[in-house]
């Protein structure tokens, strides 16, 4: 069975920090581009950042550039969000998906994980 596992969110304060992790079950997810993907209430998901497989390309949407950092330890199989300055805005349901494409669209991506909550709240 073929399966993404987020871990890594919780509750910070408004400035603070927290690091995300994806691992997978039932396939090598080194061998697929990565993307972080998050979904507020109400609101439809976005994507946020994605990494090529090599870890030599990553995208990042606007609404996170400069605080978010995407990264990969193919040896750990296991891809990671940095997320620096939280903010209340970033609020959500944050997922990991891979996929053989590279862009933020969620709906090119087959493999999804149940998601990790995150929210930013004094």
């Known amino acids: 069975q073929l399966q993404l596992v987020e871990s890594g969110g919780g509750l910070v304060q408004p400035g603070g920090s927290l690091r995300l992790s994806c691992t997978a079950s039932?396939?090598?997810?080194?061998?697929?581009?990565v993307g972080w993907f998050r979904q507020a209430p109400g609101k439809e998901r976005e994507g946020i950042s994605i990494?090529?497989?090599?870890?030599?390309?990553?995208i990042y949407a606007e609404s996170v550039k400069g605080r978010f950092t995407i990264s990969r330890d193919n040896t750990k199989d296991t891809v990671y969000l940095q997320m620096n300055n939280l903010k209340p805005d970033d609020t959500a349901v944050y997922y990991c998906?891979?996929?053989?494409?590279?862009?933020?669209?969620?709906?090119?991506?087959?493999?999804w994980g149940q998601g990790t909550q995150v929210t930013v709240s004094s």
């Open positions: 998906a891979a996929d053989e494409v590279i862009d933020l669209v969620p709906s090119e991506y087959d493999y």
């Open positions: 990494i090529h497989s090599s870890g030599r390309s990553t």
């Open positions: 039932g396939f090598t997810l080194a061998d697929y581009t």
